[in-house]
């Protein structure tokens, strides 16, 4: 059983840069980790997921080069660092666990989201 709560959203202009946080209760350091977004009147779309161990990473086209996902099981906590970020990236951001791969229905848990918001 996990407990997921997002964190670090938040209004930021074009070209900058947002640290998202995923903390977690229960046994984290078992489950691989993701972050999902989503914008209004859209699907939910996968962003980045990380290995239970951080040994393997995975990227959506849109993020890779910008976005940098990376985890701490000693902390219980996974991140999201976002670098150039663009209107485009503007969305709902959410935390989840316990899958692998593109579609968030294969993830076990997610937070609540965090929302992150790029201005022009």
């Known amino acids: 059983q996990l407990q997921l709560v997002e964190s670090g959203g938040g209004l930021v202009q074009a070209g900058g840069s947002l640290r998202l946080s995923c903390a977690a209760s229960?046994?984290?350091?078992?489950?691989?980790m993701a972050w999902f977004r989503q914008a209004p009147g859209k699907e939910r779309d996968f962003v980045a997921a990380?290995?239970?161990?951080?040994?393997?990473?995975l990227y959506a086209d849109s993020v890779k080069g910008r976005f940098t996902i990376s985890r701490d099981n000693a902390k219980n906590a996974d991140y999201l660092q976002m670098n150039s970020l663009k209107p485009g990236d503007t969305a709902v951001y959410y935390c989840?666990?316990?899958?692998?791969?593109?579609?968030?229905?294969?993830?076990?848990?997610w937070g609540q989201g965090t929302q992150v918001t790029v201005s022009t």
């Open positions: 989840e666990a316990g899958g692998w791969g593109l579609e968030s229905s294969g993830y076990g848990w």
């Open positions: 990380i290995a239970w161990n951080g040994d393997s990473t």
């Open positions: 229960g046994t984290f350091k078992f489950y691989n």
